[in-house]
Structure formats: structure tokens, C-alpha cells
């Protein structure tokens, strides 16, 4: 899908087509297809490779740098089904234009709208690249609350009753902090990259970082170091969470099987008792009228001694 805007004076935001397209606009590139990767290559006249870099969904973040074109990739948070996930996202700059490219709709791009076209300015592309960094981390901070509250949830239940769908669950968190923990660690250094580049504007003249995009900047910094380090504090909750309730499933496992195994030694006692008894030979009460109530009262006896026993060994 290929979307194409352009910011006025007034901060209102005009929808364009290739036929109309102007200096300042966003061209906004979701699961395209070769023909619009093409039309939109043709022209702007940026790098084929650089259009296609996002549709890799594993590929790392990283800047590269062309002569008429500058590529920053990063990562944006999603969350499919309830399972966080990390997206590429690519933004490319180019002297007269802003082009985004991912995958799918991303809750990122979707902030960058008609309602919202007050807070961004198209032509702006420097400032408008930071605004999107800053987005994506929020999303980041956002997402990681939700899998901290998710999390106790999940903790609440257990305590109650073990549920493979909740320990299950558990395990999907943890898969998504994965997730998070690497992007945002490539993100930081793709940031820690742009940071230098203030003190090194003749590396490329497309990226102008101004006074008030350096204060952006270092703002989203602040925010991946902080989302980075809540990534690894519920990591570890969440990998001792798991440890913990594994503990205890295998104490309750074992639980069980000590008290089976009791009551199967309990119950053998009449079994054992019975079958003595039983024997086509002259036994004990064997002409009492009332022996088959002597025997059921030894059988019992002795299951009852035996069951108070493992009762004090606190076997049950």
C-alpha cells in the first residue's frame, strides 16, 4: 500500500499521488508491492536495496548512507495475537522527501495521522525521523507495562490453581522480551549514531539535527536506556517466576506421588491379610461363625496403625 503526504503551512495534513508528489512529503510504503517499490524508486531515485531493507523482518538496525539518500533502520514494537513482536521499519531521507517503508500497519505509524498532523511537520525531516523514534519507544515502555501487569495476572492464578495456558503464557512473555531486548539494544546503538553525527554534520548534509532535534534525540536515548533496563528487570521477574512455579509443579508432582504411594502400601495391608485367609488350607476362624469379622478387624487395624504412622512422618 502506498500513501504519499504533504504537511501545509497551516499543519494540516494533504494526501498526495506520485502524479502530485512535492518537496517535503512522506511517502508511506506498507507491504508493497515490486511495481510500487519501482514507481517510488524511479522517483525519488533512491537505492532499490534501501526500499527492500525493511521487508526483511530480520533484519538488524543500522544506518547506511548513500550519496542522495540516508537509511535509518529501526524496530518498532507489535503485538500479533497477544505475542509482542519486533517489526523493521525503514526511514529513508532524501533531500526533498521522507519515505517510510515496513511490513505492516505498525501502531508507530498509524500515531503520524490526519488528527494528530498538528504535532509533525512532513518537511521537517529530520525532526519528524525523531518523532517517530520517540513513538516507537513509548510503544516500547507501553507494551513492557503490559507485560508486567500480564504477568502478575498470571502469577495471581497459579497461586491458585497450576494451568498449563498460564505457564504457557509466561513462556510467550518471556519470548517477547527477547524480542524487545534485542531491538532496542540495536536501536541504541543506530541512536548512539545519530547522537555523534551533531558533532559531525559533513558526513552527510540530508540529516541537519538543529538545537530542538538534539533535545528530541537525547530525549528517545533516555527513553530506550530506560526501556532497556525495565526489558531486563522483568526478564529476570519473569524467568524467576518461571523457575519458582517449575519448583513448585515438581514438589506438588512429587507430593502426589508420596501420598499415592502411601495409600497403595496402606491399602496392600487387607490385600496381604485377605489372601492368607484365603488359602484352601485349615486357617484361624476357620470354624468360627464370626471370623470373617476377627479377620476384617485386623485387616483394618492394621491399615489404620500403618496410616497413623505416615500420618506422623507426614506422608499425607
Known amino acids: 500500500m502506498l500513501n504519499i503526504y504533504c504537511s ?14 512535492k518537496t517535503g512529503a512522506w511517502i508511506s510504503i506498507t507491504d508493497p508491492t515490486p511495481y510500487e517499490l519501482k514507481l517510488v524508486g524511479e522517483v525519488t531515485e533512491v537505492e532499490p536495496d534501501f526500499l527492500r531493507s525493511a521487508l526483511d523482518d530480520e533484519e538488524r538496525s ?19 495475537d497477544g505475542e509482542y513482536d519486533a517489526l523493521p521499519l525503514g526511514v529513508i531521507l532524501t533531500e526533498d522527501y521522507i519515505i517510510t517503508v515496513c511490513l505492516e500497519e505498525t501502531p508507530v505509524m498509524a500515531e503520524f495521522n ?11 525531516r529530520t525532526r519528524f525521523l ?40 509466561l513462556l510467550e512473555l518471556q519470548k517477547g522480551l527477547t524480542y524487545f531486548n534485542a531491538a532496542l539494544r540495536s536501536d541504541g546503538v543506530v541512536l548512539d549514531k545519530l547522537l555523534r553525527h551533531r558533532t559531525n554534520h559533513g558526513s552527510t548534509n540530508i540529516i541537519r539535527i538543529y538545537e530542538e532535534d538534539e ?27 518461571a523457575d519458582t512455579f517449575s519448583s513448585i509443579i515438581s514438589n506438588n508432582q512429587n507430593s ?29 476362624f476357620g470354624e468360627n461363625q464370626n471370623g470373617f469379622l476377627y479377620i476384617m478387624l485386623i485387616a483394618v487395624s492394621g491399615s489404620g496403625a500403618l496410616a497413623y504412622a505416615f500420618w506422623r512422618r507426614n506422608m499425607f
Do not use: C, W
Not at 490526519?114 to 512532513?122: E, P
Open 215 to 241: 533535545e528530541l534525540l537525547e530525549d528517545v536515548i533516555i527513553e530506550n536506556k530506560q526501556a532497556r533496563e525495565m526489558v531486563e528487570m522483568y526478564g529476570k521477574i519473569l524467568a524467576r517466576q
Open 62 to 80: 543500522h544506518t547506511d548512507v548513500e550519496d542522495n539518500a540516508v537509511l535509518v533502520l529501526t524496530n518498532v514494537p507489535v503485538v500479533r
Open 130 to 169: 525523531f518523532q517517530i523514534l520517540y513513538k516507537s519507544v513509548t510503544y516500547y515502555l507501553k507494551y513492557l507495562r503490559q507485560i508486567s501487569r500480564q504477568s502478575e495476572e498470571i502469577e495471581d492464578r497459579l497461586r491458585v490453581s497450576m494451568k498449563n495456558k498460564d505457564i504457557l503464557r
Open 8 to 21: 501545509d503551512n497551516d499543519g494540516a495534513l494533504q494526501e498526495l499521488t506520485l502524479d502530485t508528489l
Open 256 to 284: 502426589v506421588m508420596k501420598f499415592l504411594a502411601a495409600i497403595t502400601i496402606i491399602i496392600a495391608i487387607p490385600t496381604v491379610i485377605a489372601s492368607f485367609f484365603g488359602m484352601n488350607v485349615p486357617i484361624p
Open 114 to 124: 490526519v488528527r494528530t498532523a498538528k504535532l509533525f511537520r512532513t518537511f521537517k
